[in-house]
């Protein structure tokens, strides 16, 4: 795809194979692809090759949050009737997607097709980016969990509400017991308070160290990357079906996404 080619790149700072990333969450609700898809066009600002894929494959919404209308989803490339080149498409924000169509009962389950063309697709783009962004699921179902396990790091998002630090829980818990995983980012969005987010990370952090570790052979670590405050910018944004970090840039919530990039890119 030639606006592949044609975007720029840090010089002599190209990966061989990208990063990749799941972002996910234990419940639905909380922010999941608006963190994923303004986290894009912050690591894209700072001159990296990403791609995000809409991997929530049954309830997809970031072509929504991307005011995108795409002729061409991963279920073309999934029963052959488009190529994985024609499907990449430019977003907003400098970066590159592949979305799925939303409402497709046939992908809300993990069969042995849905996983072949997942991990083709994934070695695929690998190649070819800095950065691989999986918006995954909400939720630790086969689907969701199966397109986490592509991912080198995981990114949990949840809210101070009770309900999402439950559920958060419940999928800390899953990978640190199904995928072996000791190290597992978290952003706390929509906190009332800078400092709230360090509250939330360390009464998790007590939770999996009561109830998890025990019989681990290492324990969990749990690595706040950031949190986001609560912000009319982010609600105006999300109404207006744009980018954060294009129509409020200089906004509080759009530098805690920026220093999220900055420090996974570090």
């Known amino acids: 795809m030639s606006t592949i080619t044609a975007t720029?790149?840090?010089?002599?700072?190209?990966?061989?194979?990208?990063?990749?990333?799941?972002?996910?969450?234990?419940?639905?609700?909380?922010?999941?692809?608006?963190?994923?898809?303004?986290?894009?066009?912050?690591?894209?600002?700072?001159?990296?090759?990403?791609?995000?894929l809409d991997a929530d494959l049954g309830l997809a919404n970031l072509d929504v949050v991307l005011n995108l209308y795409p002729k061409i989803t991963l279920h073309d490339v999934f029963t052959d009737k488009a190529?994985?080149?024609?499907?990449?498409?430019?977003?907003?924000?400098?970066?590159?997607?592949?979305?799925?169509?939303?409402?497709?009962?046939?992908?809300?389950?993990?069969?042995?097709?849905?996983?072949?063309?997942?991990?083709?697709?994934?070695?695929?783009?690998?190649?070819?980016?800095?950065?691989?962004?999986?918006?995954?699921?909400?939720?630790?179902?086969?689907?969701?969990?199966?397109?986490?396990?592509?991912?080198?790091?995981?990114?949990?998002?949840?809210?101070?509400?009770?309900?999402?630090?439950?559920?958060?829980?419940?999928?800390?818990?899953?990978?640190?017991?199904?995928?072996e995983r000791r190290h597992i980012g978290l952003l706390v969005n929509q906190v009332q308070q800078l400092g709230e987010g360090k509250t939330v990370r360390n009464q998790l952090q007590q939770v999996v160290q009561r109830f998890v570790d025990v019989g681990l052979p290492q324990p969990v670590k749990l690595e706040l990357l950031g949190e986001v405050r609560s912000d009319n910018a982010v609600r105006e944004s999300v109404r207006r079906r744009q980018l954060l970090m294009e129509v409020y840039p200089g906004s509080e919530a759009a530098q805690a996404i920026r220093a999220l990039a900055a420090k996974l890119c570090e």
């Not at 840090?10 to 419940?27: C, D, I, M, Y």
């Open 83 to 179: 190529t994985l080149e024609d499907a990449i498409l430019p977003a907003p924000g400098g970066f590159f997607v592949l979305l799925a169509g939303s409402g497709l009962v046939e992908y809300s389950r993990l069969t042995p097709e849905v996983r072949d063309k997942l991990l083709q697709i994934i070695d695929q783009v690998k190649p070819r980016f800095d950065w691989v962004l999986l918006d995954t699921g909400a939720g630790i179902s086969d689907v969701v969990l199966f397109a986490i396990s592509l991912a080198e790091q995981v990114l949990v998002v949840a809210t101070p509400e009770p309900t999402s630090m439950t559920d958060a829980y419940a999928t800390i818990k899953v990978l640190a017991t199904q995928q």
């Open 8 to 52: 720029a790149t840090k010089p002599g700072a190209r990966r061989a194979v990208a990063h990749t990333l799941a972002v996910t969450s234990g419940k639905g609700g909380v922010g999941k692809t608006f963190v994923t898809a303004n986290l894009a066009a912050a690591l894209a600002a700072r001159g990296e090759r990403v791609l995000v």
